[in-house]
C-alpha cells in the first residue's frame, strides 16, 4: 500500500508534483492517537533526533560539570544555518571543554545564510567545520567524552561510549528492542533508523516526561526547554523550526531533519509527533509540520509562519506562479480533536 | 493507483527514501511500445519541451534568414550552466538580431558552476539575464519576433504569436486536440501541460520524422542533430545530458525539465522517451533517464556516464554513505527487448 499524498505543487491550476509521507502523533503512555499512512517502517530521523543525541549530554552530568547554560544545549540540539551566534557560541565551547575546532569530525560545508556565505567567499575565506550545521552536536559529543575522561579521538564511531549512549536511550524511550538499523550521517556521526511510531513515541515521553525515573525526566524537560527558550539556535534566521516554535511562543518544540522528516514535542497536550516525506523532500515535510501543527492550534495568523502552510511558488523575475499546499488527506485529516 | 517506485536512494543497507514515476516510450506511428505508471494525466514537460519550443525558430525560417547554425539551434533547446561558452553565444546571437539582453524576459540566476558562480562574486558582480539557463530558448523566441517583424515586448505571453506557434506545434506533434493547460515556467515564458505518453508520441516523430510534412520534417531533425552535435551547449560541463549525450556517441538526444522530468529522442530506432517524477526530484529522474537508456545500449562502459545509474551518496567528508540506484520495478522493467 502507497502512503497517502500528503502535499501538492501546483503551477497555474495544474498540479505539477506530489509528496506522499506518513505521520504518527503518540501520548506518552505510547498510544498512538493519530497516524497517517504506514508507520511501522525503520527510517532515518536523521537531525529530528538530536534532542536523543543530547541526552547523554545532560543525563551524564556532563553539561553540569561544564557549567552549561540552556544556549548550550540548544545548540547541542540545533541544525544550525552558521551564522555567528552559533559559530561564536560553538567555537567558546569548544574552548571552554579544551577542545580544538579540529577535534570535531563533521565536514565543512557554507553557511546557509546566502550574505555571510558570500561574504565569505569574498573574503577569500573557506568554510570550517564549525560552520557544519551539526557542529553544537558535535561539540555536545565531545563533551560527554571530557565527562567520562575517554579519549576525543573516534567518538564519531557507532560503538564509541557516547553513541552506544546515544542508541540506548532511543531504543529505551521508543521501546524498540535489539540493535537498530543504523547509516552514517551527513555530518559522520551515527544515523540510527526506527519507525515513525516507535520515535513519535520516544518525542512524546519529551513532552510528558513525568513517567520515567528521576534523572532521564529531568534532562529530557531541560532539552525540550532549552530547545524552546532558544528558536534561534535550534536553526536559524527564517528557518522554519526558528520561525514556527516563536509564533508559537514557548508551545512546542520543532525539529527539522533531512530527507524529509520532522520531530515535534507539544509538552502542554503530552504529544510526540513524527513524520516523513517518502522521496526525502524537505518542501514537503515543511508543509506537513506546519499543517499538523496548525491543526493543533500552535500556528498563529502571522505572515511569516504561515507562508510555511502555503507556500508561493515564484519564478526567476520573483512572480508567483504557483504553490506548495497540502493534499486534501492532509488538508481533511481529523487532528484538531486529538 | 499509485505510480511504482523506480528509484530508491540508501544510506548504509537501509533504503531511506523512494521516488515514484511514470515512463512511456512511442514510436513515430504513436504506438506505445513500452509504459510504466500513469502516462494519460497531463504534466509539464518544463525545459524538456526545449525541442518543441525551438520548432517555430528553425521552420518559419527564422534560423535561415540570420544565418544561425546548429550550435544556435542547440542553445535554443539549452537549460545551460551558464558557463562562457553560453553566455558568449547568447550575447553574440542577441546582438546579431539587433537585441539587447533586455529584451529577454527571463529573470537572473547565478551560474551552475559553482567556481564561475564564486568568481562573480569576488568580482562583486551579479548574475544578469544572459546567466538564465533558458537564455537561449529566449533568444530563439526573439529571433522569430525579428523575422515575423513583431514587436519583441511581450514575447513571453502565452498569445503572443511566438508562443501561439509552439502550442500549436506542440499540439499536432502529440495529438493532443484543444487547448493544452498552462503555467508560467521559471524563465516565465509559458509551460504546457500533456500526458507523458502524448510528448512521448511527439517526441517519437523527432526522432523519425518521414511521415511529416517536408519543412516540418526538416527543422525537426535539424533540432535534434544540433542537440546531438552540441552536448555541452545543451547543458555543460559534468551534467547528465551533456555527459550522457557524448557517450553514446550521437545515438540520442536527451533533454531535462524541472521537477523531475527527461525526455529522449533516440533516431536510429525511431523511439521518442518521456518520463516523470511524481514528487519533481531530479536526482530520480536522472536515475531513470540513465537506466532506460542503459537497457537500450546507450550508456557505455564510462565511468562519468555509468555514475548517473548507480549514483553514491557523500556525507561531508566525502565518504560513500549510501547510494541512489534503479528501484526492482525498473531494474527488472522489460525494455531490452524494444
Not at 498563529?300 to 508561493?312: Q, V, Y
Amino acid at each position: 500500500m502507497a502512503n497517502p499524498i500528503l502535499v501538492e505543487v501546483t503551477r497555474g491550476e495544474t498540479v505539477e508534483s506530489v509528496h506522499r509521507g506518513a505521520i504518527a502523533i503518540a501520548d506518552a503512555r505510547g498510544k498512538i492517537v493519530f497516524s497517517l499512512g504506514e508507520i511501522d517502517t525503520p527510517v532515518f530521523p536523521r537531525s529530528s533526533l538530536k534532542m536523543v543525541q543530547a541526552l547523554p549530554l545532560v543525563e551524564s552530568g556532563a553539561a553540569d560539570a561544564f557549567g552549561l547554560t540552556s544556549e548550550h544545549i540548544a545548540l547541542a540540539c540545533a541544525s544550525h544555518s552558521g551564522e555567528s551566534m552559533h559559530t561564536e557560541r560553538a567555537a567558546a565551547w569548544l574552548a571552554k571543554i579544551g577542545c580544538a575546532e579540529s577535534d570535531l569530525a563533521c565536514g565543512a560545508h557554507p553557511s546557509r545564510v546566502e550574505s555571510i556565505a558570500e561574504a565569505m567567499i569574498k573574503r577569500g575565506e573557506k568554510p570550517t567545520r564549525i560552520f557544519n550545521n551539526c557542529s553544537g552536536k558535535h561539540t555536545g559529543f565531545l563533551t560527554v567524552c571530557r565527562h567520562w575522561d575517554v579519549a576525543v579521538n573516534g567518538y564519531e564511531k557507532h560503538d564509541y561510549p557516547v553513541q552506544v549512549a546515544v542508541a540506548r536511550a532511543l531504543g529505551e524511550l521508543s521501546g524498540v528492542g535489539g540493535e537498530l538499523p543504523y547509516g552514517v550521517d551527513g555530518c559522520v556521526a551515527p544515523a540510527f533508523a526506527l519507525p515513525i511510531a516507535a520515535f513519535a513515541r520516544a518525542l512524546a515521553k519529551f513532552a510528558d516526561p513525568s513517567l520515567l525515573a528521576k534523572p532521564r525526566a529531568d534532562a529530557m524537560a531541560r532539552i525540550t526547554a532549552a530547545m524552546i527558550a532558544h528558536p534561534e539556535l535550534v536553526a536559524g534566521t527564517g528557518r522554519i523550526d526558528t520561525v514556527l516554535m516563536r509564533a508559537a511562543k514557548g508551545r512546542v518544540a520543532i525539529k527539522a531533519g533531512a530527507e524529509g522528516y520532522f520531530a515535534a514535542i507539544v509538552p502542554e497536550a503530552g504529544l510526540g509527533i513524527a513524520m516523513k516525506v517518502d522521496d526525502g523532500a524537505s518542501r514537503a515535510s515543511e508543509t506537513m509540520i506546519a499543517a499538523v501543527l496548525d491543526k493543533l492550534g500552535l500556528v498563529p495568523d502571522e505572515k511569516e509562519a504561515r507562508e510555511f502552510l502555503r507556500a508561493p511558488i515564484r519564478n526567476t523575475r520573483n512572480e508567483i506562479v504557483g504553490e506548495r499546499r497540502p493534499a486534501p488527506a492532509l488538508a481533511g485529516a481529523d487532528i484538531a480533536a486529538l
